[in-house]
C-alpha cells in the first residue's frame, strides 16, 4: 500500500486528545496523489463552471460534459476530504488502494469521452461569441483533467501493486 500516505501507519491518540477528531494528514497533500487529486478538484471545477455558464442546455452534447464533469468532481472531492483526514483508516476492511484505482480508471475513460464531446461540439461561427471562448476553455481544462486522471491512475496501480515488488521479493526482504 506504498504510495497511499496513511495506510501503512497507525494513528495513536494521546490521553488528552479525542479519538474522535480526524487528524489532518500533511503528507498526502505532499504525495503525487494528493497534489493530482488536488488538480483534479480545481481543473474539474473550472470544467464545469465554464460550462454551466454558457447556454449548455441548447446542446446535448454538453449535458454530458456536465454530468461527467460535476459528478467526478464531487467524487474527487470526497476521496481527498476522506485520505486528507486518515477516514479511510476508519474503514479499513475496504481495499483503498484497488477503489481508488479503479475510480481513476473510470473517470479517465469517461473524461476521454467528455473532452472528445466537448471539443468535438465548439462551434467558431457560434452567435454568441462568450459562448465560444468558454467552451474552448473548458475543453482544454477538460483535457488537462483528463491527463490528471490518467497520471493518477498509473499512481494508483502502482500503490496498488505495492510499487512493483512481489511475493518473492517482500519474503527476501523481509528475513534478511
Known amino acids: 500500500m506504498a504510495g497511499l500516505p496513511g495506510t501503512a501507519r497507525t494513528r495513536s491518540s494521546s490521553p488528552g486528545s479525542s479519538a474522535a477528531l480526524p487528524a489532518l494528514d500533511g503528507s498526502f497533500l505532499r504525495s503525487p496523489l494528493g497534489g493530482l487529486m488536488g488538480a483534479q478538484a480545481v481543473l474539474g471545477l473550472l470544467v464545469w463552471a465554464l460550462i ?50 479503479i475510480f481513476n480508471a473510470v473517470a479517465t475513460v469517461l473524461y476521454v469521452t467528455a473532452f472528445v464531446t466537448c471539443a468535438a461540439a465548439v462551434q467558431p461561427t457560434s452567435w454568441r461569441q462568450w459562448d465560444y471562448n ?30 512493483g515488488s512481489n511475493a518473492a521479493t517482500s519474503q527476501v526482504s523481509d528475513h534478511a
Open 52 to 101: 454551466a455558464d454558457t447556454t449548455y442546455h441548447l446542446h446535448a452534447a454538453y449535458s454530458w460534459v456536465m454530468f461527467v464533469s460535476i459528478f467526478f468532481w464531487i467524487v474527487t472531492v470526497l476521496f481527498f476530504v476522506t485520505y486528507l483526514l486518515q477516514l479511510q483508516l476508519k474503514f479499513y476492511m475496504v481495499p483503498w488502494p484497488l477503489v481508488l484505482m
Open 134 to 163: 468558454r467552451r474552448a476553455a473548458a475543453s482544454f481544462f477538460a483535457c488537462l483533467v483528463m491527463i490528471a486522471y490518467g497520471t493518477s491512475t498509473f499512481f494508483s496501480f502502482r500503490a496498488w501493486k505495492g510499487l
